[in-house]
């Protein structure tokens, strides 16, 4: 015989269930899937500090193209990228024991390279250099996302190209549409723009003042670089850097 109410009282269970293992799921997904997310944001205090930087200081050290706004901005923006990284840096204090002979003051070194910093919507690449001119333009999604670890790594990437005077990116392996250095070497601030950036973001993890926020953000900036930027590198460079294998060398293992 036919019971309605029995068949509602399923219909209920079995919907809780679902509803139950839809939450389950979403649960999973935020704490082991969805990727770290870190407070950016910038008080309207800081933004002004920084708006004091660009107009009193930062304007007249650096060389800038036509697609700078020179006036006050809102935070966040592609001008306040631009300037947190280059407060992150002039603050940045690693510990002389670190220095290498070229001097850790990375702030001064990106001075002494004179570049010409420009900003464009960059599909493909978070910065580009062109030796000619000394012009280094960074990406505007990258900019208006306001990550000053991020921006600085893009910044000291470009710097290397121009210190060494020439493009020495490989084709990737395994991705040969994409740039790599051929190898990361034992001492990465003789190499290439890639092994320059997993020295510049290993300093900072480990031998500087930067709070533990930037630090947090310059293990993820080393990882993905780690990750895909290599054709080669020694078995025992995760562990000494402190970063997971790359799955393309737990494969070949």
């Not at 209920?12 to 969805?34: K, P």
């Not at 950036?197 to 480990?206: D, G, M």
């Not at 947090?216 to 895909?228: C, G, N, P, S």
Request: with cysteine; glycine share 4%; hydrophobic share 40%.
């Amino acid at each position: 015989m036919y019971d309605p109410q029995a068949r509602q009282k399923r219909n209920r269970s079995e919907l809780r269930s679902l509803v139950l293992f839809i939450g389950t799921l979403l649960l999973v997904f935020v704490i082991f899937v969805q990727p770290v997310r870190f407070d950016l944001s910038v008080s309207n205090s800081q933004c002004q500090q920084l708006n004091k930087l660009w107009r009193d200081k930062y304007q007249t050290e650096f060389e800038y193209s036509k697609a700078w706004n020179r006036a006050e901005f809102e935070c966040p923006s592609i001008v306040s990228g631009l300037v947190g990284a280059l407060n992150f840096l002039e603050n940045l204090d690693i510990q002389q024991s670190a220095k290498p002979e070229q001097g850790g003051d990375f702030y001064r070194r990106l001075k002494r390279q004179s570049p010409l910093l420009d900003h464009d919507l960059l599909f493909s690449h978070a910065g580009n250099t062109v030796f000619e001119t000394r012009q280094i333009t960074l990406n505007n999604i990258v900019l208006a996302d306001n990550n000053p670890v991020q921006i600085a790594g893009i910044l000291m990437h470009e710097m290397r190209h121009l210190e060494e005077g020439i493009n020495t990116h490989v084709p990737c392996q395994r991705e040969p549409e994409k740039s790599c250095d051929a190898v990361l070497l034992d001492g990465p601030e003789q190499g290439g723009a890639y092994n320059f950036n997993i020295y510049f973001l290993h300093l900072v993890r480990h031998y500087s003042n930067a709070s533990e926020l930037h630090r947090k953000l310059a293990r993820r900036e080393m990882q993905t670089i780690f990750d895909v930027r290599f054709n080669q590198m020694s078995e025992a460079a995760p562990a000494f850097y402190q970063l997971e294998v790359p799955q393309w060398m737990s494969a070949a293992q």
